[in-house]
């Protein structure tokens, strides 16, 4: 019987040297089938078990077992080792440097003329104005006949103004923010310190100055006491926080209807300061205009019903492209609306 007991010690040493050199974790399952398997060695002993003496057979069975127990190990640890050397590699596979840059998502900016008007409108809040909107879908009687704009002036004519068909001229768009003066003043006693951004239309051809919509800002300032020092001391506080600090202010006279007197305001040229004859900006004029203004005409305060004697008030209104352009140097106001993500960009983080 002691040959059961060789073959026994040789299904332990092979057992133990297969697991030994397995190489990965499908060779050590191959081990393992070949060391405890059915047909391996000790299996077949331990089947013959039966044909042996009483005493002996406890003695070989006791062998068996523990030949198995050995191997059963030998394959646990090395099954083991392979397992964490896998976890280890996984691991390797899929780390992730956390001190790469991330990656950055796509943002949006706001865009220059948004900027535009809440630049200008904060300017006018920090003087102690309020914001309001009003319609683009516009009645022509606060377009024009209410704000002094008699039915033969030429800003009536169908040229410029996109009418609501079938209204007999009595809709149309908005050609101006200046309707909403007489908004405001109709729903609200004195003082009034507002103002009113808001697109208008109107029937230009297009070009690097012109569009057939674009965007004003109103205001307007009524109340005891206001006098041309007011305007004047107002405009040029906006005019020179938009453009530089120490920039000259002037006013020019000019027309309006809605008005009496109007000016014209004007900064100093920003880029020459008024020396530059081939100026690029102000074509040597020395002066940028900037805005229209002026004292309210007393017709407007009798439409609404405001005492002219007792009140008195400015009114402005100034294109924001061409503000929002000569504040950022951009030589065609078509670019605000061309979608241009190489334009729009370059505004990112400015006001
Ligand atoms: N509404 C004028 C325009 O569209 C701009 C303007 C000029 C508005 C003078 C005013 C003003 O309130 O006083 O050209």
Redesign the pocket.
Known sequence: MSDLRTRLEEARAEGLAKIETAGDLASLDEARVRTLGRKAQLSQVRSGLGKVDEDERKEIGKLANDVQQQLEEALRAKRELFEAAELEQRWERERVDVTLPGRVPPLGTIHPLTKTIWEIVDIFIGLGYVMAEGPEVELSLYNFDA?NTPADHPARSAQDTFYIEGTDEAVCLR????PM?MRIMERQSPPVYVVVPGR?YRRDELDATHLSSFS?L???AVDEGITMGDLKGSLSAFARSVFGNDLEVRLRP?Y?P??EP???MDVECFVCRGSGVSCRLCKGEGWIEV????M?HPALFEWVGYDPERYSG??????IERIAALAHGVSDIRHFYDNDLRFLTQFRGSA
């Open positions: 704000i050609t101006q923010t200046s003066q208008v004003q109103e205001g307007l000019h309006f809605f008005t109007s000016a014209e805005l229209g203004c002026g309210v400015f009114a402005f209104g100034m294109g």
